[in-house]
């Protein structure tokens, strides 16, 4: 069992599609026969949109998860999930500001990936859009976001992996269409050192 432990906005369902891939590994996807129940966009084992908190799947040996998503059942998949693992990779960013950032464009305009798009009838194809960020939601979302990076050091600490910043693995070709811009970003800025969180 591999074990994608994932914040939000670093790259990750780009990377268990990829890793997928290569490895062969397979991971919960979306039916297009609805019949599954699978989400068709995060392809997250536990979100609460698809049943919440679970135990493994005997099909499924790669586990895209949030520390958001079991924190109130964590004796519990420590139990089934990280205790069986053999793999933990954990999926950080470095740049905490622009995390955040790309978080609250995505709660703005509902387009969480760009094949999301066409789905998302709220904009045209070749939309532009901007908005002004509210500070109280900037806050909401940094608290949220450091959360999540705080149970990821901790379980680290008890279950060392490879650490994947975002950063490292960027690539122009996966590189997500600036269509929206935040009218009042240079406002705002989260200094936090992620690295230290996994040392």
């Known amino acids: 069992m591999i074990i994608l432990l994932s914040n939000f906005r670093v790259g990750s369902s780009v990377f268990q599609r990829e890793y997928s891939k290569k490895t062969g590994a397979t991971y919960w996807i979306y039916d297009k ?3 599954g129940g699978y989400l068709p966009y995060t392809a997250e084992y536990l979100h609460p949109s698809d049943g919440g908190y679970k135990q493994p799947h005997p099909k499924i040996n790669l586990y895209k998860v949030m520390p958001d998503q079991f924190k109130n059942d964590f004796k519990d998949f420590k139990k089934y999930f990280l205790d069986e693992s053999s793999e933990i990779i954990y999926l950080v960013r470095k740049n905490l500001t622009e995390q955040i950032l790309s978080y609250a464009i995505c709660h703005e305009t509902k387009n969480w990936h760009p094949w999301q798009e066409k789905v998302n009838q709220r904009f045209k194809e070749n939309y532009q859009y901007s908005f002004e960020l ?33 950063e490292d693995r960027f690539s122009k070709q996966i590189k997500y269409p600036n269509k929206v811009k935040i009218e009042n970003e240079k406002e705002f800025h989260t200094d936090v050192d992620v690295e230290k969180y996994f040392k």
């Open 33 to 35: 026969n609805g019949k």
């Open 134 to 166: 509210d500070k109280q939601l900037y806050k909401h979302y940094e608290t949220m976001i450091l959360t999540n990076l705080h149970y990821q050091s901790i379980i680290y600490k008890d279950y060392p992996g490879k650490v994947s910043f975002l």
